[in-house]
């Protein structure tokens, strides 16, 4: 479930120096944070991209919409988004 959520992981934990874990910092609230907010804006940014390439592609090419780089980008915002559904159910505040 982390396919999109990897890179900003990976950006964190690097920041941060969270080689041992995030549970108990402030950097491991940040991260969240992240998760939170930005994965499903850029999934969502990226869908809307992803969408307006297909249809300018159909129009110039005269050739049928294609489906497949669009739906991928939402298999992505609803991956991101169910992640990030998990992630609030099982915070413990």
Do not use: H
């Amino acid at each position: 479930m982390d396919l999109t959520q990897l890179p900003i992981l990976l950006v964190v934990g690097a920041r941060f120096d969270l080689l041992f874990g995030f549970q108990r910092t402030d950097a491991g609230f940040t991260t969240l944070l992240y998760f939170l907010l930005m994965v499903p804006l850029m999934n969502l940014s990226w869908l809307i991209v992803e969408a307006a390439i297909s249809v300018r592609q159909a129009k110039r090419c005269k050739t049928t919409l294609s489906f497949l780089m669009p739906g991928l980008a939402l298999f992505f915002l609803l991956e991101s988004l169910l992640f990030d559904i998990v992630m609030v159910f099982q915070a413990n505040m």
